[in-house]
């Protein structure tokens, strides 16, 4: 498992640009497929992006391509959520987690290593 320190998050407005990070001992050394999810109250945990490890192939929800880039920073074992033209939908608990293996799965019990949540608040 990878121990997460996440930082970033708070309030901007409808528009604005955000990022977040994750940093953790083992991202670039480590066989893991590492992923951002949100979850917003009263609703199930959902998963915004994914980066495969090996080819680093991107995977988005519908809802967020074009405005959201997930990156892997190897050189500083991090890992990156960049959030741009936010919108008030996308107000939530951001979490960055990792899975061992080269996939991107969809379901939550796939990830055995969580970051503490990060809140995004998008509103004028």
């Known amino acids: 498992q990878l121990q997460f320190v996440e930082s970033g998050g708070g309030l901007v407005q409808p528009g604005g640009s955000m990022r977040l990070s994750c940093a953790a001992t083992?991202?670039?050394?480590?066989?893991?497929?590492i992923a951002w999810w949100r979850q917003a109250p009263g609703q199930e945990r959902e998963l915004v992006a994914c980066i495969t490890k090996g080819r680093g192939t991107t995977n988005y929800a519908d809802s967020v391509k074009g405005r959201f880039t997930i990156s892997r920073d190897n050189a500083n074992n991090s890992m990156h959520l960049q959030m741009n033209n936010l919108k008030p939908e996308d107000t939530a608990v951001y979490f960055c987690?990792?899975?061992?293996?080269?996939?991107?799965?969809?379901?939550?019990?796939?990830?055995?290593?969580w970051g503490q949540g990060a809140q995004v608040t998008v509103a004028s």
């Open positions: 987690a990792a899975r061992p293996g080269f996939s991107c799965l969809t379901s939550v019990p796939n990830y055995n290593s």
């Open positions: 083992g991202i670039a050394s480590g066989n893991y497929a």
